[in-house]
């Protein structure tokens, strides 16, 4: 997708570097930033440098890679796919690309190693790429047809960034817009906020903005009452880790939206590439929930007169705070998962069929 006019992938590699857009200085700095060993690759995941599920998958995939070029020995390899896979808990595809990984170079000669690895983990973002557009075609048909019958601009909410900066490109959640965009139908999207880390402000507003797609930010309290007023008609989430029985794990916050769709009568639609099924936990209540550091609410990181990215207190000082990052939707609340595959139910018999 395009940034001042430019053409972007999230993460590639170059000249012996895998290259990353840094996302923690969006939407104010857009910097490109080098990783060039695994430790670079750990920190850029759990500093949230590079965020949302698939591109945590990738960035994970070339860490390997990276860990392959330093020290082509397995035994740093499966040291370094611990620590890759540990780096965040709640996203699957991080654990799902780190396993392909590690199948892919299991019983490989070591001066074999970097040139499979790089091999594979560009497939694994060639395919997410491949699968995000995919998901783009088969929304667009719910767009569609909400179009054709409302023949005027369609509101769609989202929460969070599953936009291209969450993936390699195109998006999951941002996808079917896109699609729609380029078809020419009207659409309009209510971007929550997002707090504590603002994804919704700071990515999914910058990155419609830069492909000229209307869009306005509201605080994460305000759907409730545009779903009540008619000024939503459709919503589209992105997830981190949906259990093979519909379940939706995703950023804190999107549970509490599908409560309100339910309520309105709004379908309430989850966009997601297979590398998000979780097909053996089998109760959400096993899915680990990050917790981050309160620091992610107490302060809040803007940009000053002087163009200088600055952090500031807001709470009190004597005050905690608990900062949970995902929670999960129960299966009943979702109409519908929008793969690459097609749309399915969300329950197990409706992803058996696409994916069984
Ligand atoms: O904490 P983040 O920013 O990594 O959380 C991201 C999300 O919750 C996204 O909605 C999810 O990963 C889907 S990304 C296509």
Redesign the pocket.
């Known amino acids: 997708m395009r940034i001042d006019g430019k053409e972007y992938r999230t993460i590639w590699y170059e000249n012996n570097v895998v290259k990353i857009i840094n996302q923690t200085k969006l939407p104010h700095k857009f910097t490109i930033k080098e990783l060039k060993t695994v430790k670079d690759a750990v920190h850029a995941i759990k500093t949230?440098e590079v965020?949302?599920?698939?591109?945590?998958g990738g960035t994970a995939a070339y860490g390997i890679a990276l860990a392959g070029q330093e020290n082509h020995n397995h035994e740093f390899i499966k040291k370094s796919a611990k620590e890759l896979t540990q780096s965040?808990p709640t996203?699957i595809n991080l654990k799902w690309a780190v396993d392909r990984m590690m199948k892919k170079l299991s019983g490989i000669n070591s001066d074999q190693i970097l040139g499979i690895a790089l091999k594979e983990a560009k497939q694994i973002c060639d395919e997410d790429v491949k699968f995000c557009e995919n998901i783009g075609i088969n929304g667009l048909k719910i767009i569609e047809e909400i179009y054709n019958k409302k023949k005027s601009i369609v509101n769609i909410l989202t929460?969070?960034?599953?936009?291209w900066l969450?993936?390699i490109n195109w998006?999951?959640?941002t996808s079917p817009i896109y699609h729609a965009h380029k078809k020419g139908i009207p659409v309009h999207v209510w971007v929550d906020e997002t707090r504590p880390?603002n994804?919704g402000a700071n990515l999914t507003s910058y990155e419609l903005n830069e492909e000229e797609i209307p869009n306005t930010i509201i605080a994460d309290n305000t759907g409730g009452i545009l779903m009540q007023r008619g000024e939503v008609d459709m919503c589209i989430?992105?997830?981190?880790r949906t259990l093979s029985n519909g379940d939706v794990c995703?950023?804190i916050g999107t549970y509490l939206k599908a409560l309100a769709a339910y309520d309105n009568n709004i379908p309430f639609y989850v966009?997601?590439p297979s590398s998000?099924i979780d097909w053996d936990t089998k109760d959400a209540k096993n899915i680990p929930i990050?917790e981050r550091n309160s620091e992610e609410l107490s302060h809040v990181e803007g940009i000053d007169e002087n163009n200088e990215i600055k952090k500031v207190l807001i709470y009190p000082n004597k005050s905690k705070a608990l900062n949970l990052?995902?929670d999960v939707t129960p299966a009943k609340y979702i109409t519908g998962l929008i793969t690459e595959k097609g749309i399915s139910e969300a329950s197990y018999s409706g992803l058996q069929k696409l994916f069984k």
């Open positions: 949230m965020r949302g599920a698939p591109l945590i965040r996203a929460h969070c960034n599953a936009g969450a993936t998006g999951t959640a880390r994804q989430v992105g997830t981190d995703n950023k966009a997601l998000t990050e990052a995902f």
